[in-house]
């Protein structure tokens, strides 16, 4: 079964035209689709419906959905991080994705209509966070949400003047517990298994790192202050660019301070 794309202004208009006062318009809901059914972005981006309300679904090389989506003009195909699982599908999995449009020229309201049918009618294989099928652990996700508060209160503590022992050991503190989080562990449909899957969980900063680096240094451990940042950047990778990073790798490999922190004579 090929797909036609459901222009309703154009529809409207012809009815109007021949002297109809009334038409129905049945919107293909299909399980799956064909290559003819699909268009790529740039495809679509030269029809002259993109400007319209219309909602559409991703979907890969053997026509499953992945991802619904609707809205208005060319940012709407961004529309709730869409693109993010385009990159998923193509880049991580190595596969391809087409688009199905499925109307246009309705009404938002109408246009919403359909996305929610597709929320209901793909839930288990869609990876839109706003579907309310995205399976969830409560209790998960608020026993992550109780440690991410948890840590707050040592961000203040760290940067305060309080003795330097105390500061060293409440960043000690507060980087163990960031490397226990893991929030995505209330997801438990196929949302979270995707989020796992691109690695997307990334509670760790390098804001505790620094303090416990320059205290080790500070105390003449340079084996400890090593072994502290090898395990914060097998546990954090994608920060190995970030400033403090950096700046961390180029002092353990000098093995000394250019100057003191003053606070570690706090």
């Known amino acids: 079964m090929t797909f036609k794309i459901v222009d309703i202004e154009e529809l409207i208009a012809q009815a109007k035209a021949s002297g109809v006062s009334k038409i129905s318009v049945e919107v293909p809901l299909l399980a799956s689709y064909t290559q003819e059914a699909c268009v790529s972005q740039t ?16 979907v890969d090389a053997e026509g499953v959905p992945f991802y619904a989506g609707y809205g208005r003009g060319p ?42 049918q597709m929320l209901e009618m793909y839930n288990t294989r869609l990876l839109n966070q706003s579907s309310f099928y995205r399976g969830m652990d409560y209790d998960a996700l608020k026993e992550e949400n109780d440690k991410k508060r948890a840590i707050r209160p040592f961000y203040e503590f760290v940067g305060s003047k309080k003795p330097a022992s105390e500061i060293f050991q409440a960043a000690l503190t507060a980087q163990q517990l960031q490397y226990e989080l893991d929030p995505y562990r209330g997801e438990t449909g196929r949302f979270g298994e995707v989020l796992k899957a691109m690695d997307a969980s990334q509670p760790v900063n390098d804001y505790f790192i620094t303090t416990i680096v320059e205290w080790y240094m500070g105390q003449g451990d340079l084996d400890a202050a090593k072994h502290a940042f090898a395990e914060f950047k097998k546990r954090a990778p994608r920060l190995a660019a970030s400033k403090r990073v950096t700046r961390l790798d180029k002092l353990l490999e000098r093995g000394r301070f250019y100057r003191r922190p003053g606070w570690l004579d706090q």
């Open 43 to 58: 495809q679509w981006m030269m029809l002259p419906h993109y400007h319209k309300h219309y909602a559409w679904l991703h």
């Open 75 to 116: 940012y709407a195909w961004l529309k709730n991080g869409g693109i993010a699982w385009e990159w998923f599908v193509r880049e991580r999995l190595g596969g391809e994705y087409r688009v199905v449009v499925l109307a246009v020229g309705l009404s938002e309201a109408h246009i919403h209509s359909i996305f929610e």
